[in-house]
T-cell receptor, first 114, second 110 residues
Framework: GAGVSQTPSNKVTEKGKYVELRCDPISGHTALYWYRQSLGQGPEFLIYFQGTGAADDSGLPNDRFFAVRPEGSVSTLKIQRTERGDSAVYLC????????????FGPGTRLTVL | QQPVQSPQAVILREGEDAVINCSSSKALYSVHWYRQKHGEAPVFLMILLKGGEQKGHEKISASFNEKKQQSSLYLTASQLSYSGTYFCGTEQTGANNLFFGTGTRLTVIP
């Protein structure tokens, strides 16, 4: 079946702009995760959804970052007033029901803030 | 909370073996191992749950010592396709997410 998909694959924006990054998880996966990966680093946890609710958003760096998953499937990560330090690859992963299950990663969105 | 991986990088000739270590200061419920090639998404290798089990996947296996909060990934008779960055992701007891290490860059040369 189809894997995790993310759009866009690349996003270039200017400092101060608003961006939305989309993640389409594997069908039937109730758990969805957003990570941020900077060059030479491992994925950094941002937020975890179980169904429609954000079960753990402790990794969001500040209130400029927000994510939704209104119907328990597709999720959107929203970043307001982007800063150059937000530049990174944003990875989405989904798993069947919880963290102990295998997390399948999408290809990521490379965000560049000029 | 981020686990520590060692070594940071290793270069092997085809057919040689390698061990990658992952250590946490927190009590762990599970350890996940991934391999990521440049510009691609991390690809799942295996999960180890607490209980000290050792798992194998072809010539790649891993162990998990929950008392020491450590896991090791063993690559035997390495192939060129093993090149990439290996990450361990640790799930702490009671948590819902993974914390990933900084990775170990493995390069296999002919």
């Amino acid at each position: 079946g189809a894997g995790v998909s993310q759009t866009p694959s690349n996003k270039v924006t200017e400092k101060g702009k608003y961006v939305e990054l989309r993640c389409d998880p594997i069908s039937g996966h109730t758990a969805l995760y957003w990570y941020r990966q900077s060059l030479g680093q491992g994925p950094e946890f941002l937020i975890y959804f179980q169904g429609t609710g954000a079960a753990d958003d402790s990794g969001l760096p500040n209130d400029r970052f927000f994510a939704v998953r209104p119907e328990g499937s597709v999720s959107t990560l929203k970043i307001q007033r982007t800063e150059r330090g937000d530049s990174a690859v944003y990875l989405c992963a989904s798993s069947l029901s919880r963290a102990t299950d295998t997390q399948y990663f999408g290809p990521g969105t490379r965000l560049t803030v000029l | 909370q981020q686990p520590v991986q060692s070594p940071q990088a290793v270069i092997l000739r085809e057919g040689e073996d390698a061990v990658i270590n992952c250590s946490s200061s927190k009590a762990l419920y599970s350890v996940h191992w991934y391999r990521q090639k440049h510009g691609e998404a991390p690809v799942f290798l295996m999960i180890l749950l607490k209980g000290g089990e050792q798992k194998g996947h072809e010539k790649i296996s891993a162990s998990f010592n929950e008392k020491k909060q450590q896991s090791s990934l063993y690559l035997t008779a390495s192939q060129l396709s093993y090149s990439g960055t290996y990450f361990c992701g640790t799930e702490q007891t009671g948590a819902n997410n993974l914390f990933f290490g900084t990775g170990t860059r493995l390069t296999v040369i002919p």
